[in-house]
């Protein structure tokens, strides 16, 4: 079960309104390779993982995602907090403001609403593990793309290389728990057996 | 920021496999008013809140509503693991095997992966507090229908009853908030004036 | 059955195109919380209503709501008709304009076409009512919005300022309906039957 | 405008519950190529015809799929109204029931809420009008495979064949509407200008 | 099965970036009347044709779209490879350039990802030709208004036109389809005969 | 450009109709990790690989997952061809038949049309070669599930498991593709000097 601990939070305090960065940024909210994915996949996964030591790290991986996923909500909230309708029009953002107001909302850049089609439960460990290593890569690319447009805000651009920095994190752990997995397979021979039998 | 704690879970101990009753509730985990839909629409509105007060409902509910997304998981998984192709094959689990095996995908009792469409964030305080009455309501009336179909199982039916009555709960402390959320913007005149300036 | 009458149609002539406004006024078309979802939402709960009043309360406001789906209709091909391609193009409508020309189709603001998945229906009376109240709230916010977008253009906003109004009315109506439906429920105590056999 | 108009309903009396048809004949009402999906079509495309007659005809057939809509929604109810819930798991319906009761949902047989994107409209009258073309065939296809599957109620057939029936005029009209528009295109060389500047 | 020939590659050579243009041709490339959306609905259908011409049909023009998938993939490429992120800034690509950088993703000129359900595979050669039919229509409509679009860069339009001109001839050839199968069906009493058993 | 070969044929001869198991094997037709998926995915990431190595690897595997395509949907449409109305109905595929007679559309087992949000281009060759390692595993864990639901038809069997080591062979690709695109990013410090001038 989680609890909430408002002293854990990441400080963000972005100095200057900016809707035209929130445009984009809401992609690693509730765009298809975004915060919003990346947890409820390893979340999802968990139930299946065939050791503790997989689920543990799914379970980790899954929780700090979700903090990720609050503080790119911070971001695009402190971004558009208090903008004008002018600026949102300047920024266009008329029409997420037309439907969203100026109110968080899981959709990509683009505008399509988060699709759990973004993600994969395969109910086996190393395709969801593989899926996994692929997620954090896809997280790190959208991040690196996020910080070349929002390059001229500084409070921006280092909370964004924050949130890169972790998915590469992520990555190495993906990779030690496929590597921990593959090993407890070949021992048991777990995977092989539903094929062996045909 | 969010932490896990294990010893908080509710604890949850079903007895018999059966994925028959696994394939219908798993619309509370990622069908259109189950448990991901309820946590991600409570955290995404807290943003746009006017008062602490409401931001706090709706941060508390949300977290709740994450530990019973782990809750309906958890149901699912057990109600699934370990069972035989056979009995996949026989609770007609076979369409849901192929693609996901016996793990816990978001997707409704119909086969669709979760979408955010089944939800609304509106920068609006009104709007979104009345979306959330409705949205217990639709969750009420889901957790109805899962007791009704799964009546055979006293250990399964237990639990959604009891997730039932915390929708019924979180139902009214909506309502305080949108009473409350109301009194602030009868005192700013907030909403109107958007209007009033045309 | 429904039989079309020209006669009782709401006058609509605005005298300037304006396709950057068609943009996002499509949204009450076929948006989230346009007349399309309202429309479609309420004909179809209409089935499973208890009694004949809530039933016919349905049905009026249904009705309504597909008069205002071909008002909303009108306006966005009012704003775009006669356009040359560049206005298209100054107007940022060239992706609307690539698929769908100046036609008019039913999407969201956003871009993504109209979803069912925005609507429910629960085949609960309380759970259906409380979603419309939701619904009516919804669409009150949208107009709202497009007002403030809108608002250098008066022939538009008198228009999105009567249908935000109707609106209105519509949540009263389904406040009442709910409350009879709700005392048609206590007498035969019919909703908590389905749960007191479990 | 539409006004509803009780006394041209077609009369439905389905004399047995039998909700394994219902499961089916509900992708007539939400699925790709039902009665929704046709009448949203045609009235949409109405705005953006060339001439007073295919407005008409487009006002006409959508007003009237309109009515075909309520008639398909009339029969899954009968089908299901007053069904206990071991006649709904016997009839596969459980993952239908868990979401929506035995209210009417629109959604394909399959289990997918409906989606603008199985609609066209662009813009075009001479692309609009084949896109009906093909709409009224895979209209009359749909219901030619209902009639096999629901082959024993006669009740149902009928009402099936005479649905039939009409999307076969239907044809037939949007066949002398596109002839009428061709025509009048060959006229004013209307629809060849825009490739002809380039 | 298909085998790649390189030498048979339609020569495109684009001399100018233009990502502002590629956010637009996007939409036949991934769009819902694009070269996908041909090539996969006239492939899928030819399994249930009954006859070796038809089938014969389906399977050229199918493979045809396919380089024409891969043609229309090389000019979007080819208007954005190299482009600065200025240039993307400028053209209005940043959400398309966050999720995607530079490469070809198949989405529709408006955001949302292709979805099969702008196909129609009916398994009733007739309903399947005549949806042929419009899907020809609707590509042509759809190169005409980027052919407007695209009107100052003449490589572009080049291609665009050829492209359209082939759409043209593909209507031909199912329209010869078409009466070919309808000529068998009369023979054969085909598709009425599950009509004639009700 | 790709010609289609009728010589190179993987020969497919399924001696009994089974409806049942065409309702699955759709699956990697039309599904979250079919062949259509795995197909599009490779040849629409081609564009952006920055050397020519990685280009033909992902033009080969992507033609060969069009022949897998091709293949799976002989396998579909040999497994329902000419079954009748009673086979459907036993093996509940009155669904699909309601809406696809017995062709063959590109849908999940579960029902769900393709979406295209189930594949990722991020333009970024690192993400998208590990992207494709998820996607073997997951293609391979789904032929997996398959051949166990398949297991009493030799026939079919035999074609899923030289389907499932196809998977596994691309795997190997990707993994030495991805290698090598490392190496070269090494030489050129490619992908990480966009992070570096932040």
């Known amino acids: 079960m989680w609890t909430y601990n408002r002293n854990l939070q990441y400080p963000i305090n972005i100095k200057n309104t900016n809707p035209k960065l929130a445009k984009i940024i ?3 909210y509730g ?4 915060e919003l994915a990346a947890s409820l996949r390893y ?3 968990r139930f299946g993982m065939p050791d503790k030591k997989s689920k543990a790290i799914l379970n980790d991986i899954g929780t700090e995602e979700l903090a990720h996923l609050e503080m790119v909500g911070t ?7 208090g903008a004008s309708v002018e600026e949102i029009e300047r920024a266009g953002l008329s029409p997420y403001y037309t439907d969203h107001g100026v109110g968080v909302y899981p959709q990509s850049a683009g505008g399509t609403p988060w699709n759990a089609a973004t993600i994969a439960v395969k ?3 190393v395709a969801d593990l593989t899926e996994n290593l692929a997620a954090e890569q896809k997280a790190r690319a959208t991040y690196e793309k996020l910080i070349d447009l929002c390059r001229d805000d500084r409070d921006v651009v280092d909370i964004l290389k924050y949130l890169r920095q972790r998915e590469v994190v992520h990555f190495q752990r993906f990779g030690e728990a ?3 997995v593959q090993e407890k397979l070949a021992q048991k ?3 092989m057996d539903s094929i062996k039998n045909n």
Chains 1, 2, 3, 4, 5, 6 share one sequence.
């Open 26 to 28: 809401i992609s690693q």
């Open 31 to 34: 765009g298809p390779d975004g």
């Open 43 to 45: 979340l999802s996964q």
């Open 75 to 81: 971001l695009v909230h402190q971004l558009t907090d």
């Open 123 to 125: 109910g086996d460990p």
């Open 178 to 180: 496929l590597n921990g």
């Open 189 to 191: 021979k777990w995977y």
